[in-house]
Nanobody, 122 residues
Framework: QVQLVESGGGLVQPGGSLRLSCAAS????????MGWFRQSPGKEREFVAR????????LYADSVKGRFTISRDNGKNTVYLQMNGLKPEDTAVYYC???????????????WGQGTQVTVSS
């Protein structure tokens, strides 16, 4: 019943910015940690960032630290990923996912949406 709809991807030049959105439904959004993940062809899905249910703590992969910012709006059941200083290696399909357990950021639930394509190229 969990539904996740990612949007905001597109083609951007190196050094550019994009803001991704993930609209969630089918569960109590505000009680779950939310995370962003990405996957490139030939690679396994990797962790990008996560944020606690109250937005009090955020964690980032080393590869995006200082460039990406995760945020959430519990009133809109939406989590965002602001991406600045984009690099070609950021090219991937980006997915959002809630934690598998309420109130803690343990692991992703694993029910993936369609994702949104981000392509960084000149």
């Amino acid at each position: 019943q969990v539904q996740l709809v990612e949007s905001g991807g597109g083609l951007v030049q190196p050094g550019g910015s994009l803001r991704l959105s993930c609209a969630a439904s089918g569960y109590d959004f505000s009680t779950y940690c939310m995370g962003w993940f990405r996957q490139s062809p030939g690679k396994e899905r990797e962790f990008v960032a996560r944020i606690t249910r109250n937005a009090g703590s955020a964690l980032y992969a080393d590869s995006v630290k200082g460039r990406f910012t995760i945020s959430r709006d519990n009133g809109k059941n939406t989590v965002y990923l602001q991406m600045n200083g984009l690099k070609p290696e950021d090219t991937a399909v980006y997915y959002c996912n809630p934690s598998r357990t309420q109130f803690v950021c343990d692991a992703p639930l694993g029910s993936w949406g369609q994702g949104t394509q981000v392509t960084v190229s000149s």
